[in-house]
């Protein structure tokens, strides 16, 4: 089985810094792989050690880029797709899906591909059914149960308060949720066999086809998100420190 | 001019949200306002729109494949000025298909939306909810909304008109439907919320966050390794980033440390209150209120002191 994982390289946003006029401090921040996308390459791998096969990384961003397909490749990727994107020329979502479609038609063959959710600095848990829809596949959404057999995937998806399970014809596309697996750790014999596992690399302009998306879609800006709390701690016995936060309240009036 | 600005949501909590937003758009293009309902009409839903409900050669609401076709079909033969979605995992898919299908700007989902030089404007969480996104897109274009956002209004619809569309085969089937197992844990639209985390050591404790709330009158969620890590609790009680977002009046959060994924999601609470053993756990630097202690001997007090008012 050939099974393609989409991986996201991100921000970590936990370590990302606003500069004094409240917009992020993108030049030279540290980035990973999408947390969520540990998800989408532990299924692929799964996959991949339940049926045989190849996990074939693709990604689309930056030189920097490179960090996070190795740590996919330390998970079991076999070899890696690196659409090379740099910041300022990159696409929005519906371009970066459209590329991603387009790196997939390439390596050909493919009988399922994988992504997970969403990414974590963006978060918006588009690019998965938009991939879907540029390659003509089915797509199941939020799987948190995948299984492979007879050309068919089916899976669990929990939506709208109930588990429906849904079946679609192989080559077909596949996000998981975090409940789908349990991402494994590389060992560190993984991730350095990981630097030696091939990389492909393919300049973003020369995908760019005909039926290429232009949509006029930009960031405009992006600031700091604002946070006036008020931060007021209350202590005592726990009977005490309870009564004066109950007393908070009903002054706030919600209680 | 302009072509109509279309809503839908799949839930009836939403349709009537973002029928509102989609009202607030066409106003400021000038043009008109359409709620789209799939199948039949829901009897609750309320917009100073039209409403126009589509009817498939087979059930569109079923699959997100077939309300996406139904919905692209009518959007195709009507023209439209901008597309606007609940913000839902359905309707999330439903809304990517949408703009992947027309190749229209997707902006994503987010809160506030405006008009500017002919442009779509949304106000989207970025990096994990830390920063906020400005984003536009030409017209047509699609966005999701959140819920909260805007307030539905009281007035039934202008007209209601039925059109027929045809979809062909969706992609995807359906093989299995089990009702059920997961409650919808109501949070979406919660007036109060406690909520757990990995403060608690074992599933029979969330007895002590149940036991608040039932006091409080408020409805009960928890972060991302309850429901995902240790399946305390259903995927739909998750509050955050990958969960549900939430805009209560009162939250309340209980051994929660405050990861940026969770604070994504309850930044629009009116007032948040903090109970955590460790003074410097991040919640307390986004919570108007905090307790610094331990949970076990905090919530039990804090129940019995709202119970006795």
């Known amino acids: 089985m050939n099974i393609v994982v989409l991986v996201k390289s991100a921000v970590d946003e936990a370590e990302l810094r606003a500069d004094p006029s409240g917009h992020p401090v993108l030049k030279g921040a540290a980035v990973k792989m999408s947390n969520f996308d540990m998800n989408g390459v532990e299924e692929a791998v799964k996959q991949k050690e339940a049926n045989g096969g190849t996990v074939i990384v693709v990604t689309l961003g930056g030189a920097d880029a490179k960090k996070a397909i190795k740590e996919a490749m330390a998970m079991g990727g076999t070899r890696a797709v690196h659409i090379l994107a740099e910041p300022p020329a990159a696409p929005d979502s519906l371009a970066t899906a459209y590329c991603l479609a387009q790196a997939v038609k390439r390596i050909g063959d493919v009988d399922l591909v994988v992504c997970s959710e969403g990414a974590s600095d963006t978060y918006q848990g588009e690019v998965g059914a938009m991939v879907a829809e540029f390659l003509d596949m089915p797509f199941i959404a939020y799987a948190r149960k995948v299984a492979t057999a007879n050309g068919k995937v089916r899976c669990e998806q929990g939506l709208r308060g109930a588990v429906r399970v849904l079946e679609a014809k192989l080559p077909a596309v596949v996000s998981v949720v975090s409940e789908a697996n349990v991402p494994r750790y590389p060992t560190l014999l993984q991730v350095m066999a990981a630097g030696k596992k091939p990389i492909e690399e393919i300049p973003v302009a020369s995908l760019n086809g005909p039926d290429y998306p232009e949509t006029g879609t930009e960031v405009i800006d992006i600031t700091i998100q604002p946070a006036d709390r008020k931060k007021l701690l209350f202590d005592g016995t726990p009977e005490e420190a309870a009564k004066k936060l109950v007393d908070a309240l009903k002054q706030e009036a919600v209680l | ?309």
């Open chain 2, 1 to 309: 001019m302009t072509g109509a600005v279309l809503s839908y949501s799949e839930s009836a909590e939403l349709a009537g949200e973002v029928a509102a937003a989609g009202a607030e758009v066409a106003t400021m293009l000038g043009t008109d306002a359409v709620a789209l309902e799939l199948d039949e009409m829901s009897a609750g839903l309320r917009t100073s729109g039209s409403v126009v409900v589509l009817k498939g050669d087979r059930a569109l609401e079923a699959i997100a494949d077939s309300a996406a076709s139904g919905i692209l079909e009518f959007a195709k033969t009507k023209g439209f000025g901008a597309l606007l979605i609940g913000e839902t995992r359905f309707g999330t898919m439903v809304a990517a298909k949408v703009a992947a299908r027309l190749k229209v700007g997707s902006l994503g989902k987010g809160k506030k939306l405006r008009v500017d030089g002919g442009r779509l404007v949304l106000e989207r969480d970025a990096y994990g909810g830390k920063f906020v996104a400005t984003v536009a897109s030409k017209l047509p274009c699609v966005a999701v909304v959140q819920a909260g956002a805007y307030r539905a209004t009281d007035a039934p619809p202008r007209a209601v008109e039925t059109v027929t569309v045809a979809v062909g085969e969706p992609k995807v089937a359906i093989a299995e439907t089990r009702h059920g197992q997961e409650r919808d844990a109501g949070i979406k639209s919660a007036a109060k919320i406690v909520s757990a985390g990995r403060g608690f050591a074992k599933k029979e404790d969330l007895a002590l966050a149940q036991d608040l709330a039932s006091a409080l009158g408020a409805a009960i969620g928890c972060s991302r390794p309850l429901s995902s890590d240790l399946g305390w609790m259903g995927e739909e009680a998750h509050i955050g980033l990958t969960g549900a977002y939430v805009h209560p009046q009162l939250y309340v959060a209980i051994g929660i440390s405050g990861q940026l994924q969770h604070v994504a999601g309850i930044k629009d609470s009116k007032i948040i209150v903090a109970i955590n053993k460790d003074r410097q756990a991040p919640i307390f630097q986004v919570a108007d209120y905090g307790i610094v202690g331990d949970l076990y001997e905090i919530v039990p007090a804090l129940t019995k002191a709202v119970k006795q008012g």
